[in-house]
């Protein structure tokens, strides 16, 4: 940061993350796998949600929206991230780069909020069982997934306004391999100290408020429930400890990133791949191998399928 020539920053050097063919070639198959396992699973629930009427209710409808949005987030820097392993040059133009920040934000921002909205709906479920239709009626559902999607946006704007008029003008190498705040706002050549700042507050601050509010959420519930009966505290626990898997697995890595004040590169770019490669392929993953309607639902939709086929 200390030498400022004067010259303009108009691009930024991406990190390799493999120098020799054979791990290239590992990674590629990796990722790629990975890649299209997001892809297809996540659209899986999408249209199953969409075309089985037995799943339209709040559980479903918000699992499905989290899957477009999980589809969305690991879009933002799985593609290129791919296609970067076998180039010798990864630059990535200053544009290209808001723009991945500023999607990334988007799409990190509603998943932390439909993932509060589903540990609602479950309160709802298990601890109101009888006020569970008027409460998460649809017009609830339709406004928990808009206030997700507002709170993103304001959640990315307000950390984006103060990084798209930076100066540029020193080192440009990201060191990691996806452009992010706390990565770019250190290679603008003016004293950034408060800017960093407000990253931290901004999203670890707010990853690590969801995370406890999440936490305290589902012990809320579990021991609500086990007022009740065993069996129903099993039940319950089947169904949280899947929702729990997924807030553990999406927060400790944003919370590493943002929060934790000493960044080690290997270990940010290990928590980077889990966001964005294992926990979107994670929720159909959970969802339609641990879940009994799902799984029904899927039957049905394949003879559906089968006899409108015999059909023609
Ligand atoms: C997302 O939620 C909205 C509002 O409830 C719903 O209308 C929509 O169908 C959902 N999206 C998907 C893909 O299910």
Redesign the pocket.
């Known amino acids: 940061m200390d030498q400022v020539n004067g010259s303009v920053v108009t691009e930024f050097v991406l990190l390799g993350l493999a120098q020799s063919l054979g791990m290239q070639l590992l990674l590629f198959l990796f990722f790629s796998t990975f890649y299209v396992g997001i892809i297809l699973g996540n659209l899986f629930i999408?249209f199953t949600?969409?075309f089985d009427s037995h799943l339209h209710s709040?559980m479903?409808?918000?699992l499905?929206?989290l899957?477009?949005v999980d589809l969305g987030l690991s879009s933002t820097t799985v593609p290129r991230m791919i296609s970067d392993l076998f180039s010798d040059c990864k630059i990535i133009s200053l544009h290209s780069c808001m723009i991945q920040m500023f999607f990334i934000h988007i799409t990190g921002g509603v998943e932390m909020v439909l993932l509060i909205a589903m540990a609602y709906d479950r309160y709802t479920a298990i601890c109101k069982p009888l006020h569970y239709l008027t409460i998460m009626n649809?017009k609830m559902?339709?406004l928990?997934?808009?206030a997700a999607w507002t709170i993103g946006v304001i959640h990315a704007v307000s950390q984006f306004v103060f990084v798209v008029n930076l100066p540029f003008c020193g080192p440009n190498n990201v060191g990691s391999f996806y452009c992010d705040f706390p990565r770019v706002i250190k290679l603008a050549c003016i004293d950034t100290y408060g800017l960093e700042f407000v990253v931290t507050a901004n999203s670890g601050f707010i990853s690590m408020g969801t995370f406890l509010l999440l936490i305290a959420s589902y012990i809320f519930i579990l021991v609500t429930v086990r007022q009740y009966s065993s069996k129903d505290l099993s039940r319950a626990f089947f169904t949280l400890s899947a929702h729990i898997t997924v807030v553990f697995l999406f927060f400790l890595p944003c919370m590493f990133l943002y929060v934790w004040p000493f960044p080690t590169k290997s270990l940010d770019i290990f928590f980077a791949i889990v966001d964005f490669v294992v926990t979107p392929v994670l929720n159909p993953a959970i969802y339609t191998l641990r879940n009994r309607e799902m799984k029904v639902a899927m039957r049905r939709l394949s003879r559906q399928v089968v006899s409108s086929r015999d059909l023609m």
């Open positions: 999408v949600v969409i709040p479903y409808i918000l499905a929206n899957s477009l649809p559902c339709m928990l997934v808009v």
